[in-house]
């Protein structure tokens, strides 16, 4: 057997689930939106899709500047990724040597860890306090001279999520020592707030986002990530020739259009977690609460 290169001895990797669910229940741990898509959008979208876009390489400058225009930021901004996981290993294959510490939070996206340890980073992951409380200081303090990244999923997997400001004396610290801030924001469509109105102002501050979540087609991959034009095309040379697919890109335009789609399921998975809220705190179950 030939060996991989060294750095991969230190991955360990969990076999994913390969099998069909459909018509077999949800898979929670993995966040799926938990009701299917109506049958008549599925439709509409399929109406659109030619013959010949499938045999064509995907053509996507139509998603990018709908996109820029959904979010208020330059086209030059952007950067469409294979779901946002795909993004976060680019942020990590473009700008993480090896030995360069990464700073994160556990528990956190497992991926994180994963990555840190394909491209050979010191990785220096903070652990939340028994009430899953974490202050601020304790990220600032650890970024020094040798740090070159630092990851916030905000909201994290924990339910947490971070104050602006806390966000942004992170990014600053990180700034002095030449560090990039990444913030996952796969799951800010549950908590509407972001730090994408401070991309013009730090330009260390990368990123990404998930049309997994609220969007709920996972099955699609689609993400992005957006940052300073500079970082965009730094990220670019690490992209793959085609990522996105035609079909991908026509249900993504869908929902851009109709935005209400994916606030109407947000809603409907809030009202979920008042309910579990109630049912666990009903059988004497004690449940986290976090808010800012």
């Keep these: 057997m030939i060996e991989p290169r060294s750095l991969l001895k230190n991955v360990s990797r969990a076999l994913t689930n390969t099998e069909n669910r459909i018509g077999k229940g949800m898979r929670l741990d993995h966040n799926e939106r938990t009701t299917p898509l109506p049958e008549k959008i599925v439709q509409e979208v399929w109406k659109t899709i030619s013959p010949e876009e499938l045999v064509a390489y995907p053509a996507l400058e139509g998603l990018y500047r709908k ?70 200081n304790r990220i600032t303090d650890k970024i020094n001279s040798k740090t070159k990244l630092v ?41 509407e707030k972001t730090m994408m109105g401070f991309i013009s102002r730090f330009d260390n501050l990368i990123i990404a986002r998930s049309l997994s979540k609220a969007f709920g087609i996972a099955a699609l991959r689609v993400g992005y990530l957006v940052s300073r034009e500079g970082n965009i095309q730094n990220l670019y040379k690490v992209k793959l020739t085609h990522d996105i697919t035609s079909v991908s890109a026509k249900f993504t335009e869908y929902f851009l259009d109709y935005p209400a789609i994916a606030k109407e399921y947000v809603k409907d998975v809030n009202e979920g977690k008042e309910y579990l809220t109630r049912e666990f705190s009903r059988i004497g179950g004690h449940v986290f609460s976090f808010s800012d």
Aim: glycine content about 8%.
């Design 67 to 136: 996109l820029a225009k959904s979010l208020g930021v330059p086209r030059e901004m952007l950067l469409l990724t294979s779901g946002s996981d795909t993004g976060i290993r680019m942020v990590f294959d473009t700008y993480v040597n090896p030995g360069d510490e990464v700073i994160s939070l556990n528990p956190s996206y497992g991926m994180f860890a994963v990555y840190g340890d394909m491209f050979g980073a010191k990785k220096n992951f903070l652990e939340y306090n028994i009430d899953f409380s974490l202050p601020a």
């Design 151 to 191: 990851i916030l999923a905000d909201p994290n997997h924990t339910g947490t999520a971070m104050l602006q400001q806390d966000i942004i004396s992170v990014i600053e610290k990180a700034a002095k020592v030449g560090a990039l801030v990444l913030v996952d924001e796969a799951y800010h469509y549950f908590y």
